[in-house]
Nanobody, 115 residues
């Protein structure tokens, strides 16, 4: 089964930027989707941005125009560039991949945006 390793979280002031990385190890076949979710304290996990199997992207309305998802297929890595960060973006960010019959989550990386 594929494993996901995330990096790039941290503490940033409002208006700043961070870039998250998620590297997938192992063989990926029948890819359905790969992307990022987040979970703030006391809230449900929500989709931030993701690629579908056809390559199209989907963003949460709250991050459109500020966040950009990209990928490097040769490295099996997906990135999330986060600009103009707001305190409400504070959450644990999780990488997710859905392929074949598997739904795999990374361990999560904390993003904290101070006002």
């Amino acid at each position: 089964q594929v494993q996901l390793v995330e990096s790039g979280g941290g503490l940033v002031q409002a208006g700043g930027s961070l870039r998250l990385s998620c590297a997938a190890s192992g063989s990926i076949f029948s890819l359905n989707a790969m992307g990022w979710y987040r979970q703030a304290p006391g809230k449900q996990r929500e989709l931030v941005a993701a690629f579908s199997s056809g390559g199209s992207t989907n963003y949460a309305d709250s991050v459109k125009g500020r966040f950009t998802i990209s990928r490097d297929n040769a490295k099996n890595t997906v990135y999330l560039q986060m600009n103009s960060l707001k305190p409400e973006d504070t959450a644990v960010y999780y990488c997710n991949i859905q392929y074949f019959r598997y739904n795999v989550w990374g361990q999560g990386t904390q993003v904290t945006v101070s006002s």
